[in-house]
Nanobody
Framework: QVQLVESGGGAVTPGGSLRLSCAASGSIFSNNVMGWFRQAPGKEREFVAAVDWSSRNTAYADSVKGRFTISRDNAKNTVYLQMNNLKPEDTAVYYC?????????????????WGQGTQVTVSS
């Protein structure tokens, strides 16, 4: 069964950090771009970050550049999102997703497998 399972979400105060993890079943991890998206209440799902299989290429939304870092460990079939200097506007459900392509894209429709999401809340 194909699965993406996120973990690591929680509640933090502004300026805090969280590290999200996404464990993937092996059959859906090889050679594919992996990405993170987020959706805040009342808003559309938006692209956050993506990394290609080699980890040589990454992409970030402008709103998270310099604060978030995406990485992957292919041996563990896991992708990570390190989030530093969190802001209240980062509050959302964060989703891990597999891109059907091997080149990075930022469009949600290019991603064919999705996790169930993990809540991140940034509040004082």
């Amino acid at each position: 069964q194909v699965q993406l399972v996120e973990s690591g979400g929680g509640a933090v105060t502004p300026g805090g950090s969280l590290r999200l993890s996404c464990a993937a079943s092996g059959s859906i991890f090889s050679n594919n771009v992996m990405g993170w998206f987020r959706q805040a209440p009342g808003k559309e799902r938006e692209f956050v970050a993506a990394v290609d299989w080699s980890s040589r290429n990454t992409a970030y939304a402008d709103s998270v550049k310099g604060r978030f870092t995406i990485s992957r460990d292919n041996a563990k079939n896991t992708v990570y999102l390190q989030m530093n200097n969190l802001k209240p506007e980062d509050t959302a459900v964060y989703y891990c997703a597999r891109n059907r392509y091997s080149l990075i894209t930022t469009i949600a429709n290019d991603y064919d497998y999705w996790g169930q999401g993990t809540q991140v809340t940034v509040s004082s």
